[in-house]
């Protein structure tokens, strides 16, 4: 069966070499002995040749520095410092909330190892190979996803659209704004998901194990919880969240 990728959303590039510069203008005034302590102290500063220029630059290898005509490695660490800080705050939030996650698997038939699953690891989120399923579209999928070990999948933005999951194991799995509507998880091992603003709206949770599993802006209406396994602390967040309906409020117990 061919499956076809969600279009809303391609292959990311990867993210390559980036630099950053920093170049600070020093009077010669400023760097004069008699301007300075250490003439008081005895001490002498190296004669320089203005302008002084400091590069500092990074790779996703690792931090190296450089520097051209400076003696003076503390202002070069103070001025790399600076920058290095600038550059953690000014960075775009969607970027490194993405920096956690693995380019996009190139591997053609990425899709279809659903159907096999994790041979090893199961509920302690350990696997073989990683199972990279975004972008995927599963729906109405109703016999190879059921009782399959998909623990640690990447799964965000994936499509399981009145799939059947039962008896599935997804310890672990992101699926961070993937849709599940309509999905069968009754008897699911679902502990520890990062379900958070996924669509989950009917789905059957008939005695699924949701102990640490996030449901963060997550819709949740019509969605079932009869028998659910959840601890109290996670069950507090869940039942935090506005769209579950009276009677799956009902089942969890939410007061």
């Not at 400023?30 to 400091?54: D, K, N």
């Not at 969607?94 to 380019?103: D, M, T």
């Not at 109703?142 to 009145?162: H, Q």
């Not at 997550?218 to 506005?242: H, M, P, S, W």
């Amino acid at each position: 069966k061919n499956l076809k990728l969600i279009p809303k959303e391609r292959e990311k590039e990867r993210q390559t070499q980036k630099m950053a510069t920093l170049s600070i203008p020093i009077s010669r005034n400023f760097l004069s002995p008699r301007h300075s302590s250490t003439r008081r102290q005895g001490l002498s500063i190296p004669e320089l040749r203005l302008p002084v220029r400091i590069n500092c630059s990074a790779s996703k290898d690792g931090s190296k520095f450089e520097e051209s005509s400076s003696h003076f490695k503390e202002l070069r660490n103070v001025a790399c410092g600076i920058l290095a800080v600038w550059a953690v705050t000014s960075a775009s939030p969607v970027i490194a909330a993405n920096q956690r996650l693995p380019p996009l698997s190139t591997e053609p038939n990425r899709c279809e190892r659903a159907f096999t699953g994790n041979t090893i690891g199961q509920a302690n989120g350990v696997y073989d190979k990683p199972i990279d399923l975004r972008f995927c579209d599963y729906t109405n999928e109703k016999s190879n996803l059921k009782g399959k070990s998909l623990a640690a999948a990447l799964m965000s933005d994936a499509k399981f659209d009145g799939a059947d999951m039962t008896e599935v194991v997804m310890s672990k799995a992101y699926a961070v704004g993937a849709s599940f509507k309509g999905v069968d998880f009754s008897n699911a091992v679902l502990d520890r998901v990062s379900f958070e603003k996924a669509n989950l709206q009917g789905a059957l949770f008939r005695n699924a194990v949701l102990s640490g599993s996030t449901f963060d802006e997550a819709q949740l209406k019509d969605a079932v919880f009869e028998d659910t396994i959840i601890g109290y602390i996670d069950l507090q967040k869940l039942c935090r969240n506005t769209t579950i309906s009276d009677e799956g409020r009902a089942e969890l117990g939410c007061r």
